[in-house]
């Protein structure tokens, strides 16, 4: 009878602990196409082999693999070639089979509690395979020093992956701050565990060159040192220097040493050698290569600067040429980047030698000559078997036939260029620029401004565009843009790249159908473990709310959302101006504000975590009367103004040309850069209410109302929209807009829209 008790007992224990059993968790990063879940674990030990079949390239991932296993474990796995095509026991395997399906860096995984089994029609899709295997192995295997006490197990799992896109990368500017070679290779260490496939290497601008160029030594010299920088933000207060002389370059020798790293993770190491405009560095080294001869200095501040390479002198392109020889040495990668953004065409227009290429040309304006001077690079690209990107500025004046499109300011450009059948890649500064704030601009270090969340990164959707199935075919992939402006440290770069990066590297793989914010973002919390092991300065703060609107106007009342960007937290508010804590009001559904307040809102998670405190001020609105009689006349009347101007209040003074424009909008007879506008007339307004106005401008911009500055958007800066809420009698408003445009990209745009947020035709209630 106790035999048989010890046997139940036995049994009952065993029972148990089977049900007990805890599920494999799989938190990829970025998510496979198809995962079946599996019971129970492989685990790597001293007699575990790593066997290959195939080319080269499957010996290559199989001996990357053990050596990646061997600093944390210990284990010096054998490494040997296999006849066998399938699961051996106690061996992960890495066979390369023609006959199987599938795009490059497409694999299929089995883990089993027997053995690893990787197979792909590639190599790429093997070295995914391997890094699948190492997001699934305990985090402590990034470790570079031995870990004791580790069971090095691998989750049974049953794994059919591709990626969505081709391409799919990380862009740096190493000009604005130079970073080491170390940084260099652990951001690539990074971009290979995510199945990014690209580095894009921003190599030169107008704040330094960073490439040694053998032919032109003085670029090395010169243009890789600024004798100081620019402190704090470019658009605030009066411009301080530090006085420090700042600077480097990579070797010929270290560049090459960076494309091999790569090429050995599978990525290829785009170079961007910028052209025509952000050269300002290169035109100090060499000035005769700008259009009034110089002398230049390397820029000690950001911007968008008007010395650009001369397009009328021929040494620029024999320079250009030499330049790029050099270059197509050393990256042997099919895309050369030439940048093409942002070139002010003042020097150009003054220039005789410029003026004379224009006429020899046929350039109508200054963007078919930036149009003559890429199509030129590219045809030389093209005889060397290599092909261009551009930022989307390309387009304008024409594409050349062969380029690729960068689309940055937002998907308009890349759109436009696959439907002229051109490929693009999308990098929306709307989505894509990780120099843009992730949380609390007041609490966060300094940065160039915007408001980018992880999840706003993660919603973007690159087929969602306006395109037919045949041009969406040319959208080929995403990137994400680091630039260095405000990132003078490779801590800070990694601070503001991840985790959004992992975002930008699930955007590229995974199908959109199945992305799912929530999964990922839990995911991520276990993906953090690698990075903590790895070193890695990623940003992991409980986000803050978002509020539906920055602040809240009302005649009565008015109601204020709430949107949870930080996943399983809640959110408490208040309006009493005290902090929110946890006992605090729970937000539950839309706020209804009736009197003037500071709403307070935070997300606590659920450990516990608060994020910043979110203010939204609330402010009852007074009815304003209208002043003026109707205009006689559809439209406003414009003064455009030639010139240089820093701010709105000089296009008010200035003299110009009287035009009449049917909408608040740039004419056409306006040049491309250094203008100014005033456009004024009436606003009849039919029905007292609650209207609220956009004021959206590149460079800077100002709306008056009944004589009254209603929303300042001065200053130079890229498209940004500013709002103001308005109480309006029905009545007759005089309007003006003041708009200036000091270089680079140019844009003016008023919305308008009445109490129930419905956008109105602004131009009907226009006239002058
Ligand atoms: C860019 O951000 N100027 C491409
Ligand atoms: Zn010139």
Request: glycine letters at 24%; aromatic letters at 0%; charged letters at 0%.
């Given at each position: 009878m106790k035999q048989l008790s010890t046997l139940l007992v036995a049994i009952v224990v065993l029972l148990a602990s089977g049900c007990e059993q805890k599920s494999n968790e799989y938190n990829l990063v970025p998510y496979p196409q198809q995962l079946k879940a599996q019971q129970g674990s492989f685990t790597i030990n001293e007699s575990t082999i790593v066997s290959y079949q195939g080319s080269e390239n499957s010996r290559f991932v199989a001996q990357a693999f053990a050596d990646f296993i061997e600093?944390?474990?210990?284990l010096q796995l054998q490494v040997e070639a296999t006849e066998k095509g399938g699961l051996v026991k106690n061996t992960v395997c890495f066979i390369e089979d023609a006959s199987l399906e599938g795009v490059e860096g497409s694999y299929q995984l089995v883990v089993t509690k027997d053995g690893i089994l990787v197979k792909s029609n590639n190599p790429v899709g093997l070295f995914y395979g391997f890094q699948t295997i190492r997001q699934l192995m305990p985090a402590e295997v990034e470790s570079k020093e031995l870990v004791k006490n580790t069971d090095w197990t691998v989750p049974a799992v049953e794994i059919t992956d591709a990626p969505n896109f081709s391409y799919r990368g990380l862009h740096l500017d190493v000009g604005r701050h130079f970073f080491p070679m170390d940084f260099i290779k652990k951001y690539i260490d990074l971009l290979a565990l995510h199945k990014m496939n690209v580095f894009h290497w921003h190599l030169t601008e107008d704040q330094g060159w960073r490439l040694e160029i053998k032919k032109y030594p003085k670029l090395a010299e010169i243009a890789a040192f600024r004798d100081e920088t620019l402190v704090g933000h470019l658009g605030v207060g009066e411009r301080q220097y530090d006085g420090k002389r700042y600077g480097g370059y990579y070797t010929q020798e270290e560049a090459r040493e960076i494309v091999q790293y790569a090429a050995d993770r599978f990525i290829t190491v785009i170079p961007e050698i910028e052209l025509p405009g952000h050269a300002q560095a290169a035109l100090a080294a060499y000035p005769e290569l700008g259009c009034t001869g110089g002398p230049y200095e390397v820029a000690n501040e950001w911007g968008v600067f008007k010395e650009v390479y001369c397009a009328g002198n021929e040494e620029v392109f024999t320079f250009l040429e030499d330049v790029l020889v050099e270059v197509m040495d050393i990256f042997p990668s099919k895309y050369i980047h030439i940048g093409g953004d942002e070139c002010p065409k003042a020097r150009w227009e003054e220039c005789p030698k410029c003026k004379k290429r224009m006429q020899a040309e046929g350039c109508k304006d200054a963007h078919e000559l930036q149009s003559y001077f890429i199509h030129r690079i590219e045809k030389f690209l093209n005889a060397n078997g290599r092909d261009i990107i551009g930022w989307d500025e390309i387009l304008e004046g024409g594409l050349a036939p062969n380029a690729t499109v960068m689309s940055w300011r937002g998907i308009k450009g890349g759109e436009e260029a696959a439907k002229q059948g051109h490929n693009v890649i999308m990098t929306p500064n709307t989505h894509f620029y990780l120099d843009y704030y992730q949380n609390n601009p007041q609490k966060e270090p300094l940065a160039i401004g915007g408001y980018l969340t992880l999840s706003k990164v993660y919603s973007y959707n690159p087929m969602a565009g306006d395109l037919t199935a045949e041009e969406a075919k040319h959208i080929i992939g995403v990137q994400g843009n680091v630039w260095t402006e405000y990132m003078p440290e490779s801590d800070y770069v990694e601070y503001m790249t991840y985790p959004r990066a992992c975002a930008i590297a699930e955007v590229g793989w995974l199908d959109f159908s199945k992305r799912d914010y929530e999964a990922f973002a839990r995911r991520l919390q276990i993906h953090f473990k690698r990075f903590d092991v790895m070193g890695v300065n990623y940003f992991d703060k409980v986000l803050m709310p978002s509020p539906s609107v920055d602040k809240v106007e009302f005649i009565d009342q008015a109601k204020l959302e709430l949107f949870d960007n930080a996943i399983g937290a809640k959110l408490y508010y208040t309006s009493d101006g005290s902090i929110p804590t946890d006992k605090s009001t729970l937000y539950q559904s839309a706020i209804t504000v009736k009197e003037e307040c500071t709403i307070k809102a935070v997300a606590i998670d659920s450990r516990g975590r608060a994020s910043d405190v979110l203010e939204v001020q609330a402010q009852k609105l007074s009815f304003i009367e209208g002043i003026a009689e109707p205009g006689e006349n559809k439209g406003l009347a414009c003064k455009l103004a030639t010139g240089k101007f820093e701010k709105c209040s000089e296009v008010d003074e200035a003299n110009g040309k009287r035009l009449v424009v049917t909408d608040v909008m740039i004419p056409s007879e306006a040049p491309h850069d250094n203008f100014g506008l005033s456009l004024e007339g009436v606003l009849s307004i039919e029905q007292d209410g609650l209207y609220q106005f956009a004021l959206g401008s590149d460079d800077g911009s100002q709306l008056y109302l009944n004589d009254r500055l209603v929303i300042d958007n001065d200053g130079f800066h890229g498209m940004i929209y500013k709002k103001a809420s308005l109480a309006l009698k029905k009545g007759t408003y005089p309007v003006k807009v003041l708009f200036f445009e000091g270089g680079g990209g140019e844009g003016l745009r008023l919305e308008m829209m009445n109490v129930d947020g419905d956008k109105m035709q602004l131009s009907e209630y226009l006239s002058h």
């Open positions: 600093p944390a474990s210990g």
